[in-house]
């Protein structure tokens, strides 16, 4: 089934792609991918714009939608994932569904030809465009077992997505978070607050939260709350909380942020909020070495 969810994500990532110049970047030449635009068209009188706004206000608009409408196709397969999930009385491994792994699928593709079809037609120098482009697919890979366990690769993913266009919205979000949340962990936690994960291109900053935060990621930020002290930095490829969150960035590089954000949904609409038997959860586990007390599938180690 994963092979399944490849062949119709890398058909959905093109249309994504299209849609992200369109509706994004309000601009419809798509360079070699304008055979899509007949495809697109249909589409586009579901996005309703008011007349003669300014193009701010068209460009946000436009990005509203687009992730609107890229969430909703994922968490529909989310949805069905998490749905075929059946989870061991005690913590470990939970084995792999046809729905889960077609959703995993999915998102290689998408990830793979949503970023091309924006490459492609960026207005870059051909050369440089056609480069990239050609990079971007490296998520359908992914697809085959051993190649998303080799850690190699992984690292690979993990620095692509600071160079993958649909990654930056996330990543934007991370960095503005790192700005102010940075400072506040040099000032409490010394240097140490801050590191960095080559393995995964990973930024990590541990800083002093309130209440019951544990940790978060968004893109390539780790966030870990400093005053939760069953919180601590740990190996970036062990079982720690460290490379759970590594894991986070590793799913939003290979299947795009979209999966990140429909697995949040679905993980709120289930557990009315954070559970470690959540797929976004059990997928991100698996980076690294698993730990003891969690549920994981065998996504990205066996
Ligand atoms: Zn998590």
Redesign the pocket.
């Known amino acids: 089934m994963i092979a399944v969810g490849l062949v119709i994500g890398l058909a959905f990532g093109l249309i994504s792609g299209a849609l992200f110049h369109i509706l994004v970047m309000q601009n419809v030449a798509l360079g070699v991918f304008s055979f899509l635009l007949p495809v697109v068209q249909p589409l586009l009188a579901i996005f309703v714009f008011p007349a003669n706004a300014p193009l701010w206000v068209l460009t946000l608009l436009g990005i509203l939608y687009y992730l609107l409408f890229n969430v909703l196709i994922f968490w529909i397969f989310t949805v069905l994932g998490q749905r075929s999930l059946v989870f061991p009385a005690l913590p470990g491994r939970v084995a792999e569904t046809s729905e889960q792994l077609f959703l995993h699928g999915f998102g290689f593709g998408t990830a793979a030809t949503v970023n091309m079809v924006i490459w492609a037609a960026f207005p870059l120098p051909g050369p440089v465009s056609f480069t990239l482009a050609i990079i971007a697919v490296t998520p359908a890979l992914a697809v085959i077992r051993p190649i998303r366990h080799n850690l190699f690769y992984q690292g690979i993913l993990g620095w692509m997505a600071w160079v993958m266009p649909v990654s930056w919205l996330l990543n934007a979000f991370g960095f503005l978070l790192a700005l102010v949340l940075g400072p506040m962990g040099l000032a409490n936690y010394g240097r140490g607050a801050i590191r960095f994960d080559a393995t995964a291109g990973v930024l990590e900053i541990r800083t002093p939260l309130g209440g019951g935060t544990t940790a978060f ?1 968004n893109g390539n930020f780790t966030v870990l709350n400093g005053n939760n002290p069953a919180i601590a930095p740990g190996d970036f490829l062990g079982a720690s909380v460290s490379s ?2 590594a894991g ?1 960035s590793m799913d939003h590089s290979a299947m795009t942020g979209f999966f990140t954000l429909a697995t949040v949904i679905e993980e709120i609409r289930v557990f009315g909020g954070a559970d470690a038997r959540a797929i ?2 059990i997928t ?1 586990e698996s980076r690294g070495a698993p730990r003891a007390t969690r549920f994981y599938t065998p996504i990205w180690s066996p």
């Open positions: 990621s759970h969150e986070h976004g959860q991100a």
